[in-house]
């Protein structure tokens, strides 16, 4: 099993920054792929970014690129959301995700962290 806790998140006004952090736990070695998705009020959770273990690989959701960018400290086993540039759009509970292999899709994920709440202020 898997255990994936978030941090940092907050209330900030439009055009500022946050940092999200997920520190992994348990069988990390079996991670392979992290992402990190949202979901804001009356709405579906959506992806945001993923990440490969080389970090070579990084994916974003359209309305995220440029402004988003995802790392990860493999020592550490923390995945990281640096978020810029933030919209009143992006309030939403932010959810930290892992899975051993390459998942295509939300469901695919096989472990999920309990979230983080950014409110963006216009």
């Known amino acids: 099993q898997v255990q994936l806790v978030e941090s940092g998140g907050g209330l900030v006004q439009a055009g500022g920054s946050l940092t999200l952090s997920c520190a992994a736990s348990g069988r990390t070695f079996t991670i392979y792929t992290m992402g990190w998705f949202r979901q804001a009020p009356g709405k579906e959770r959506e992806f945001v970014a993923a990440i490969r273990r080389s970090a070579t690989s990084r994916n974003y959701a359209d309305s995220v690129k440029g402004r988003f960018t995802i790392s990860r400290d493999s020592a550490k086993n923390t995945v990281f959301l640096q978020m810029n540039s933030l919209k009143p759009e992006d309030t939403a509970v932010y959810y930290c995700?892992?899975?051993?292999?390459?998942?295509?899709?939300?469901?695919?994920?096989?472990?999920w962290g309990q979230g983080t709440q950014v409110t963006v202020s216009s």
């Open positions: 995700a892992a899975d051993p292999g390459i998942p295509t899709t939300l469901g695919e994920y096989d472990y």
